[in-house]
């Protein structure tokens, strides 16, 4: 999860286009969404 918070500030700090930066801290929202709901659908099954 660290890796992903970092990615994620790295995402947001990284300013090559206003536009291009809009788009990828969209996609990094969704992606780390997605993470969280398979860490957490993961877990139910383990459990």
């Not at 999860?1 to 790295?10: A, D, E, H």
């Not at 206003?18 to 780390?32: A, C, F, M, P, V």
């Amino acid at each position: 999860m660290q890796s992903i918070v970092q990615l994620t500030v790295i995402g947001k700090v990284f300013n090559p286009n206003k536009g291009k930066l809009l788009n990828l801290n969209r996609d990094l929202d969704q992606y780390i969404e997605c993470v969280r709901w398979y860490l957490s659908f993961k877990l139910t099954i383990m459990f």
